[in-house]
C-alpha cells in the first residue's frame, strides 16, 4: 500500500495513441513523463486534465527527439520530479509516403530517425535508471515491421529496425529490464486523407472485420507493464487478425 507509484515516459504522447496510453497508465496509478515535439496545445490540455484527476502526477517534456543530444536530457527531467523511472515508451512516430523515385534523404534521416534511432538511444539512454527499477521498455512497432506497405518503404524498413531492436535490446538488457513491442495493425487512419474504399478493404482483411481503438492499443501496453513479468523480447500484433491476410 506505500509502495510510489511506478513512472512512465511517453514519447509522442500528446494526442492519437499516445494520449490513451497517457491516460490508461495514469488511471492505473502511474506518474506520466508526457513528452511532445509540436503539439503544445494538446499537450499542456490533457497534463492538465490529469493532473486535474491526481496532483502532481503528470510533467511536460518537450523536445525535438531529431536532436540525438537532447535525449538523456530528457531522461533525466522525467526522472527528476519522482526520482525513478520504471517504463519507457517509444511511441512518437513519423509516418508519411516516401515512393521511390521522390523519396529524399531528409525523408531517410526522419522516418529513420524517429522510428528507429531515438528509440535506440533513448533506451541507452534510460538504462541504468530502468535497471535499478527492474522496469521495461515498450515500443510501438506496426504490423507493416512484417510486411512492407506499398508506397512507404523508408518507414516499412524503420519499423521493421524497431522490431528488431526491441528484441535485441532484450537481450542486451535482461535480466533487469524487460524489453517488448506492441504492433497495431487498423486502429487509427492516418492524419493524411484515405478514401472509405481502401478504409474498407483494410478493414475487410481482418478476422474480426472491425477497426480496433486506441485503447486497444494501450490497455496492452499495460498488459505488459503490469502482468507479463516474464514476458520480454516479444511483439504482440494488435490487429484483430489482419496479419493473417496480409
Given amino acids: 500500500m506505500n509502495a510510489k507509484p511506478k ?3 511517453i514519447t509522442g504522447a500528446a494526442h492519437r495513441i499516445g494520449a490513451e496510453i497517457a491516460r490508461q497508465l495514469h ?3 502511474m506518474n506520466i513523463a508526457l513528452h511532445y515535439r509540436h503539439s503544445q496545445q494538446p499537450a499542456e490540455a490533457l497534463a492538465t486534465a490529469l493532473n486535474d484527476e491526481r496532483p502532481d502526477s503528470v510533467i511536460l517534456i518537450q523536445a525535438d527527439l531529431l536532436d ?3 535525449l538523456p536530457k530528457i531522461i533525466t527531467e522525467a526522472c527528476k520530479p519522482w526520482q525513478r523511472l520504471d517504463v519507457l515508451i517509444n511511441n512518437a512516430s513519423t509516418f508519411y509516403p516516401t515512393e521511390i523515385g521522390a ?3 531528409q525523408d531517410w534521416d526522419d522516418l529513420i530517425g524517429s522510428n528507429l534511432k531515438a528509440p535506440f538511444f533513448l533506451a541507452q539512454a534510460a538504462a541504468r535508471e530502468l535497471t535499478k527499477q527492474h522496469g521495461c521498455i515498450i515500443n510501438i512497432v506496426d504490423i507493416h515491421s512484417q510486411r512492407p506497405m506499398k508506397g512507404y518503404p523508408i518507414y516499412s524498413t524503420a519499423k521493421a529496425g524497431l522490431a528488431m531492436l526491441t528484441m535485441s535490446l532484450a537481450r542486451e538488457l535482461g535480466p533487469n529490464v524487460r524489453v517488448n513491442g506492441v504492433a497495431p495493425g487498423a486502429i487509427l487512419w492516418p492524419e493524411h486523407e484515405m478514401n ?3 478504409k474498407e478493404e483494410i478493414i475487410d482483411r481482418t478476422a474480426l472485420k472491425r477497426q480496433g481503438t ?3 492499443i494501450a490497455k496492452t501496453v499495460l498488459f505488459l507493464i503490469r502482468d507479463a513479468a ?3 523480447g516479444q511483439i ?3 490487429d484483430g487478425g489482419r496479419t493473417l491476410n496480409f
Avoid: F, K, M
Fill in 103 to 105: 523519396a529524399t534523404e
Fill in 214 to 216: 486506441a485503447a486497444d
Fill in 68 to 70: 540525438t543530444s537532447v
Fill in 7 to 9: 513512472v512512465a515516459l
Fill in 27 to 29: 488511471g492505473a496509478g
Fill in 196 to 198: 472509405n474504399q481502401v
Fill in 230 to 232: 516474464y514476458i520480454s
Fill in 236 to 238: 504482440i500484433n494488435v
